[in-house]
């Protein structure tokens, strides 16, 4: 499931290798029975899983076309031939919002897996070498930080055209400053361990120490973070479409469904209610995910 | 304590130049150059008239020699014109939007401390209870709830259904009309839905993060020594750890500043609010470059001015931070 080459340091404490081989299988036999043991992780897992399986499935799955327009259909409510009713040009809402599934995980993945390269090389780098490296870096992240990051969103898509992969990179170029952050105060600690040291020793250069010997084990909190910052880009998604500036129609996402569902607010409740839903249990369900594996695996921090 | 403030001061200086570095750098990222946009959309526009905005903008020069005018301009709060028809100076156009905007973000800040404190502390204190196992559901719904999506549930309860509240802009049609309570009352009206909307987001991680730190406090060893002098449950508590536990909310909501600006450009659109968010919307939408570059900075200047606000209330509130 989630697992990361973890037990690496046990490997130096014994010499059997078979032995290590069984404290690792155990070690994560451990870890599985503690997430099961979490009943909110596990209900988060279940929703992420199921947005998997709803957006793979999305062509059988939807009960229309989500492009069809039907203009002898406007703004239905909610009936059995239309489950969430229908939108403005008489689409079938439920099959939009199936479709729109895919966007956000597109989104989510695209954007975090971003933020979190550039957030583990720069920490990285930053909590290994120090020195006026790590000043400048950290100085970067505390400028970022300055700008009302939704602030800095809009103003590139300004100067950008608002494609799905211009949002995905846009998001993820301005959300990798709590990563970097993390990675440098993991990377600060463990660089000072007696196994760095040893790798050292045996002649490997700064790129393996940094990679292979030391990233492994700052892993855990990078996984976390960015299982929390599906979330986040979804939700900001989610904003910049319903204000019009996110996925562009006809292409489904959840948020432009909400621009009609505020369109035609006096009249269709069902256009603002269910999509959402969708993005709050969506959410939701990567929150307690992400909230999960951190109690998983390092119970210490549980509240 | 003058000279902490200096400190945090002169600290700002490099944080305001990187933030004038990053801004010039979005400009820069227009396709064309910015003379282009003023130029094709005007029939009168010739070569010549290009040649003399290029020269304006000095776009002949090299970069660092842009940057430098551009900033020396900034200085002076000189921001431009406006691109659009009534070519307006982009500062005037900012500071006229800011103060509602400012008002909102202030309430919603005043509304969040007033909510979540309290509830932060009673489910600390009440650990394992029901209200903390209900708040608790709270905290991680209210996490995930978009809240523009919030706005659009509220408007369509208590403004369509209900008819109680109003649901755009700030002021009713024939409010001239009205007497000064009135008009007070009306304002006050139609500000409780975007106030509340600006604050919801705040509200789930601020109580949770009053919880956490509550409980922390709680453990420690000078509550215990409170408890074993034989003081009052409610004197402990409240005198003791509550102070304690409130010091770190400080920085918390100083960094939540960005946030709530951020969030003014969603609230204020859906309620047709006319604040700096609204602005930023607008221009974004018809692409006012100058505009849009005035409000990213001023967004970041804010944030700056937050984060200095809670530096020097923290000293203020925390003698250790004084006298280092």
Known sequence: ????????????????????????????????????????????????????????LAPWMSPYDPNDINLGKMLLPPSPDHLFGTDQLGRDVLSRMIWGSRISLQVGFVATGIAVLIGTILGAISGYYRGWVDAM????????????????????????????????????????????????????SLRERDFVQAARTLGANDFRIIFIHILPNALASVLVTATLGVAGAILTESALSFLGIGVQPPTPSWGNILTAGKDNIDISWWLSLYPGLAILITVLGYNLLGEGIRDTLDPRLKE | MIRYIGKRLLFMIPLLLGITVICFAVMRLAPGSPTDIQTQM????????????????ELDKPLHVQYLSWLKRLVVLDLGRSFMPDQRPVADKILERLPITILINCLSLFLIMAIAIPIGVLSAVHQNSWFDKATTLFVFAGFATPSFWLALLLMIFFGIHLGWLPISGLRSLNYEYMAPVAALLDLLKHLILPVFI???????????????????????????????????????????????????????????????????????????????????????????????????????????????????????????????
């Not at chain 1, 599985?32 to 793979?56: D, E, H, P």
């Not at chain 1, 009302?148 to 898509?157: D, G, K, M, R």
């Not at chain 2, 009168?44 to 040649?51: A, Y």
């Open chain 1, 137 to 188: 870096i950290m100085r970067l992240v505390d400028i970022m930080l300055c700008f009302p990051t939704f602030f800095l969103i809009l103003a590139v898509i300004a100067f950008l055209e608002p494609s799905i992969w211009n949002i995905m990179i846009i998001i993820g170029l301005t959300g990798w400053m709590g990563i970097t952050r993390l990675v440098r105060a993991d990377f600060v």
């Open chain 2, 42 to 57: 005007n029939p009168k526009s010739s070569v010549e008239l290009q040649e003399r905005l290029r020269a304006l903008y």
């Open chain 1, 1 to 56: 499931m989630f697992l990361t080459p973890w037990p690496i340091r046990e490997f130096d404490n014994h010499e059997n290798e078979l032995d290590a081989i069984w404290i690792a299988i155990m070690r994560r036999s451990e870890l599985i029975g503690r997430f099961a043991a979490n009943k909110m992780a596990v209900a988060g897992g279940i929703i992420v899983l199921a947005l998997f399986v709803v957006s793979l």
């Open chain 2, 198 to 324: 600006s604050a919801f987001g705040g509200l789930a991680g601020i109580s949770r993060y009053m919880r956490a730190n509550m409980l922390e406090v709680i453990r420690q060893d000078y509550i215990m020594t409170a408890r074993a002098k034989g003081l009052s449950e409610r004197l402990v508590i409240y005198k003791h750890a509550l102070r304690n536990a409130l010091l770190p909310v400080i920085t918390i909501m100083g960094l939540s500043v960005p946030g709530l600006i951020g969030g003014s450009v969603i609230f204020e659109t859906i309620f047709a609010i006319p604040g700096m968010g609204q602005l930023f919307y607008m221009s974004v939408m018809s692409r006012d470059y100058p505009v849009i570059m005035g409000i990213l900075f001023v967004g970041a200047v804010l944030t700056l001015i937050g984060n200095l606000l809670a530096d020097v209330s923290y000293a203020l509130a925390d003698p250790r931070i004084r006298q280092s």
